[in-house]
T-cell receptor, first 114, second 112 residues
Framework: GENVEQHPSTLSVQEGDSAVIKCTYSDSASNYFPWYKQELGKRPQLIIDIRSNVGEKKDQRIAVTLNKTAKHFSLHITETQPEDSAVYFCAASLYGGSQGNLIFGKGTKLSVKP | DTEVTQTPKHLVMGMTNKKSLKCEQHMGHRAMYWYKQKAKKPPELMFVYSYEKLSINESVPSRFSPECPNSSLLNLHLHALQPEDSALYLC???????????FGPGTRLTVL
């Protein structure tokens, strides 16, 4: 089955700096890679996702890159703000497949210091 | 309505109690999910319903019993739970199975 590794487990940056979180996956059939942000006591919220037919996707300060050959994908946050502080989860799955599994990474706790 | 809602927000129950968690969405989504999340851990999939039929049961103990009365509602019936079942229970829905999933706010369950 699919296995997703996420690094680092904690990340502390200064406001205005960039933050990068990396994930690797094991199943080459996986073709859908969402990123969720979860603030303390809140629901996981989808912030960006990418499918395997695309190498990069950007939405304002957030971007995701995918390297299918190496089976890794990364979240990039530029010009970080204190409100970006949260736990970020990557996930991998087979989009549109018969199985409903989103396999999550263990999460990265991002702290943005003012 | 573009949200998944869950009730109650908090639930405290004894090990002999029977209670139910409720999840609702009115986005026309045909897949609904139950996840369990322990502190500082990622969500763990418990059940998946697709078109009101149970599609995946991730080897969850029988003290958790899901029910999908219609395409908008998903229940999780709880009976004879253990203290280690204390967690945040998240519901999610998607347009179809394994399309983008949107999470509800969760029910914080404490088993005494």
């Amino acid at each position: 089955g699919e296995n997703v590794e996420q690094h680092p487990s904690t990340l502390s940056v200064q406001e205005g700096d960039s933050a990068v979180i990396k994930c690797t996956y094991s199943d080459s059939a996986s073709n859908y890679f969402p990123w969720y942000k979860q603030e303390l006591g809140k629901r996981p919220q989808l912030i960006i996702d990418i499918r395997s037919n695309v190498g990069e996707k950007k939405d304002q300060r957030i971007a995701v890159t995918l390297n299918k050959t190496a089976k890794h994908f990364s979240l990039h946050i530029t010009e970080t703000q204190p409100e970006d502080s949260a736990v970020y989860f990557c996930a991998a799955s087979l989009y549109g497949g018969s199985q409903g599994n989103l396999i999550f990474g263990k999460g990265t706790k991002l702290s943005v210091k003012p | 309505d573009t949200e998944v809602t869950q009730t109650p927000k908090h639930l405290v129950m004894g090990m002999t109690n029977k209670k139910s968690l409720k999840c609702e969405q009115h986005m026309g989504h045909r897949a609904m999910y139950w996840y369990k999340q322990k502190a500082k851990k990622p969500p763990e999939l418990m059940f998946v319903y697709s078109y009101e039929k149970l599609s995946i049961n991730e080897s969850v103990p029988s003290r958790f019993s899901p029910e999908c009365p219609n395409s908008s509602l998903l229940n999780l019936h709880l009976h004879a739970l253990q203290p280690e079942d204390s967690a945040l229970y998240l519901c999610a829905s998607s347009r179809q199975i394994l399309a983008t999933q949107y999470f509800g706010p969760g029910t914080r369950l404490t088993v005494l």
